[in-house]
Structure formats: C-alpha cells, structure tokens
C-alpha cells in the first residue's frame, strides 16, 4: 500500500536536515543528483548524570521547532561542543543517487538529504 507520495523539485544546494519518518520510504530520483546520510533508529546504550537515558544521540526535539522527528545536529559539520552524545552514534551509511536511482528508506531511520544538482524527486 502507498499511504502517502512527495515530489521534490529543488536547486543545487537543497537540504533537508536530519530527520526521521514514520513510514517506510522509497526515494525516485529522477534528474539530478541527490546525497542521502543514514543512520539507524537507534537509542543510546548506557547512561550516566550528563547522559540522560531517555536523550538519544540525534537529539530528537531539541531543535528551535521542538519537532521530535528532527535533530538540531549539521551532519555535515556536527557540533560536538554543542551535541556531544552525536559522536557516539552509529556510523553513517552514505548513498549518492543519480538519475533513475532508488533507495529504500526504513520508517524512522534518521536521514540528511543534500541536493547536489537540481532535483526531481519522487518519495
């Protein structure tokens, strides 16, 4: 079943910063090139008095928009001052698709999306 369809038309330089979605996703690129930072859904192991257990290393909600499903963190140029539970997150999973690529985004993986080139994209 496809529950719900986007269209992203956008210049060079185009981000969407890191952030999760509540269903499973499958990104349709059609012009342009377009670079997808992943990371898995995941909580943090241990806590301690400065790392409390129910923060997880993205940041969720944390943000100036209080969105849960967004981060405050650049992944292009982390603060780790600012965000420093965000180093021991898992490694990044990076994809770069070109025209007629596809990749399959699971529901609340966290992901950073830069357009490289204009974009014309179906998710």
């Known amino acids: 079943h496809i529950y719900q369809h986007m269209l992203w038309i956008g210049p060079p330089g185009t981000v969407s910063p890191l952030h999760h979605d509540p269903l499973d996703s ?52 982390p603060n780790l001052a600012r965000f420093p539970r965000f180093v021991r997150a898992p490694p990044a999973t990076v994809a770069t698709l070109g025209p007629g690529d596809a990749l399959f985004v699971p529901a609340r993986w966290w992901h950073h999306v830069r357009a490289t080139s204009g974009q014309f994209v179906v998710s």
């Not at 944390?62 to 292009?76: C, F, I, L, R």
């Open 26 to 77: 499958v990104f349709l690129n059609y012009v342009g090139e377009k670079r997808l930072t992943l990371f898995p859904p995941t909580k943090k192991i241990s806590a301690s008095a400065d790392d409390p257990p129910d923060d997880d290393y993205y940041y969720a909600g944390a943000g100036p928009n209080g969105q849960t499903n967004t981060s405050p963190v650049d992944v292009e140029e």
